[in-house]
């Protein structure tokens, strides 16, 4: 009843302070509830679950000459008074601690280890020093050093170096490796780290880079070289230049592997070895080995002779020294007698451009005219040669052949062939002409011409002249359009004698799309050879289909004919050394989509 009146008189008493207070009543039950609720009972004590925290480290790390040294603050919370042990990273060996207003020391054995005791937020100094490992491997003159990070909430730091390390190696850079982040430098010029709790920083020191002469680096060069095989009745000679261009360290000697016998080529001897600047040469096995006098720190240039017996078909070899980075080779062929020489395999050959061959020797360039690039030196080209007691067409050269096809909806196409040919002796010319050709007209030199009959082709009749002299055929081919997507195969007549340069154009009529397969053979073609821009023009095709009499002057100049509207044309030119000549393959496609404008 006691609790009761106080809580009566306390109403009261509130009461009188206030202007129309009223009377609260309650059971006496509830009173109690909520009187044991507002003074609850204190409960035992209870340990904490984590007895000391580390709340903060910073440090700062100086490289000296042989070692850094490691100053680390780390504040700590302790949470009652008793011992405690905190475990230490691994930053070198401690020389000195400063525990502040705790209790305690540093345990050595097992592991650093702080031993302290006293509750309450504490901060510890301890410095040590941890050794620079040198890096014998690295080009450029490093040191490293590793220091362990406390596993604190909170790690960051500054490093410093000082000017130069033992023996005079001068610190040019101090950088972070692993553990930790460079957040920038501060107004000392030391760099700001931000690292990785309980993680180790992998910290690279680094001197002033050193320049390596040029003998201390590896060798690196590209090559250039030049390979041009004679084919004569007696003999086989090879004369080979070798330009070498060193980019990197010096060149002692160069060694070059000789050809062996094989694609048809004969057993051939070293004849001669030319070089400016040169020391000596040997052969060593399968290679031989240039000496020049002084090490090759730039341009060297070498030129080989080497002879064997004679030969009706070889494979050009092609020299590349050991070791090159890089070997553009370029091969080519000549015959000093009365004989004719044909390009029988291109292999892995293509025809240079005037850069590729601009730098070999005019010794070289003037003596053939039929360079081949090769990409692969294990298929390079081959050679044929044929002399005057076997050939049946010698003395005969094509200097140009100009295909012209139109093709319309009926099944057959225009087939027009110029050439343009030199003759010392030979009578006549045989000419392929595709399958179900039928002759319209020819001419020589803008006179009727009437051929004869050779095998599947023509034999065309010559002059014996050395002044050029152009020949024209005309005639009619199957030719069928695709209604979809093909390849249209146009083919290209074979001769006789060989052909130096082949061009083509093929004008077909709209509703399709069409380009050449072989992009490699992309070009224009020039005018006919020998065409005349004086002759009226007048109806040529109708005066070609024309079933009258032939007249005894020849047009030749059909190409003047203009692409008729809606028809396009696809055109190409290229060099062919063989008397054989692969077909031109065009894809084409019907245009059935017309895309439109919006």
């Known amino acids: 009843m006691k609790r009761a009146f106080g809580l009566v ?46 709340d903060e480290a910073r440090l700062e790390v100086v490289i000296g000459a042989r070692s850094a040294r490691v100053v680390q603050l780390l504040t700590l919370t302790l949470l009652d008074d008793a011992w405690h042990e905190a475990p230490l990273p691994a930053a070198g060996t401690i020389v000195e601690a400063s525990l502040g207003t705790l209790e305690g020391r540093v345990v050595s054995s097992s592991g650093e280890r702080l031993v302290v005791r006293g509750a309450g937020r504490h901060t510890v100094r301890l410095e040590s020093l941890a050794g620079l490992v040198e890096d014998e491997e690295a080009a450029r003159p490093t040191w490293r050093v590793a220091v362990g990070l406390p596993a604190a909430a909170v790690v960051a730091g500054v490093v410093r170096h000082g000017a130069s390390l033992a023996g005079g190696e001068t610190i040019e850079e101090v950088a972070v490796r692993g553990g930790g982040l460079e957040r920038g430098t501060d107004e000392r010029g030391g760099l700001l780290v931000v690292g990785t709790p309980g993680a180790t920083l992998q910290l690279e020191v680094l001197g002033k880079a050193q320049a390596l002469s040029r003998e201390e680096l590896p060798l690196v060069f590209m090559a250039r070289s030049a390979s041009l095989v004679t084919l004569d009745r007696a003999r086989t000679e090879l004369r080979c230049w070798l330009e070498v261009r060193v980019a990197q360290g010096v060149m002692e000697e160069l060694r070059v592997p000789l050809p062996g016998v094989s694609g048809g080529l004969p057993a051939m001897d070293l004849v001669e070895v030319k070089a400016t600047g040169l020391a000596g040469w040997d052969v060593e096995g399968e290679d031989l080995v240039v000496v020049p006098l002084a090490p090759i720190e730039d341009r060297w240039a070498v030129e080989l002779r080497l002879s064997g017996g004679p030969a009706g078909a070889v494979a050009s070899p092609v020299l590349a020294p050991r070791g090159a980075l890089r070997t553009l080779a370029a091969a080519a062929a ?24 601009g730098e070999v020797p005019q010794g070289f360039r003037s003596a053939a005219k039929r360079w081949v690039v090769v990409a692969d030196p294990a298929r390079p080209p081959r050679w044929a040669v044929t002399f005057s007691d076997s050939a049946e067409v010698l003395a005969a050269q094509v200097d140009e052949l100009l295909v012209d096809v139109r093709a319309g909806g009926s099944g057959r196409a225009l087939y027009q062939v110029w050439l343009k040919v030199r003759s010392t002796g030979a009578v006549r010319l045989g000419l392929g002409v595709p399958e179900g050709f039928e002759l319209l007209r020819a001419g020589r030199d803008g006179l009727h011409l009437a051929p004869g009959e050779r095998g599947l082709g023509l034999e065309l009749p010559l002059v014996a002249t050395e002044k050029p002299q152009v020949i024209y055929v005309a005639g009619l081919i199957p030719l069928e359009l695709p209604a979809g997507e093909a390849m249209l195969s146009i083919p290209i007549p074979s001769l006789s004698a060989p052909v130096t340069r082949v061009a083509a154009q093929v004008v077909l009529p709209g509703g399709l799309r069409c380009e050449l397969r072989d992009q490699d053979r992309a070009g224009t073609p020039g005018e006919p050879p ?48 063989s008397a054989t000549r692969e077909p031109l393959v065009v894809h084409v496609e019907a245009d059935e989509q017309k895309v439109g404008w919006f």
């Open 9 to 54: 008189l306390t109403l009261l008493v509130c009461g009188a302070g206030l202007v129309g207070a009223q009377e609260v009543e309650m059971p006496l039950d509830r009173y109690l509830e909520l009187y044991d609720r507002a003074h609850p009972e204190a409960g035992p004590e209870v340990a904490p679950e984590v007895p000391w925290t580390l």
């Open 334 to 357: 000549e015959t000093s007698e009365d004989a004719l020489l044909e390009l029988a395999e291109v292999g892995s050959g293509r025809r240079p451009d005037a850069r590729e061959t």
């Open 530 to 577: 020998g065409w005349s821009r004086t002759r009226k023009r007048g109806d040529r095709l109708a005066e070609l289909l024309s079933t009258g009499p032939v007249e005894e002057q020849v047009s030749d100049d059909l190409a003047e004919l203009p692409v008729p509207r809606g028809f396009q044309r696809v055109t190409a030119s290229w060099s062919a050394l």
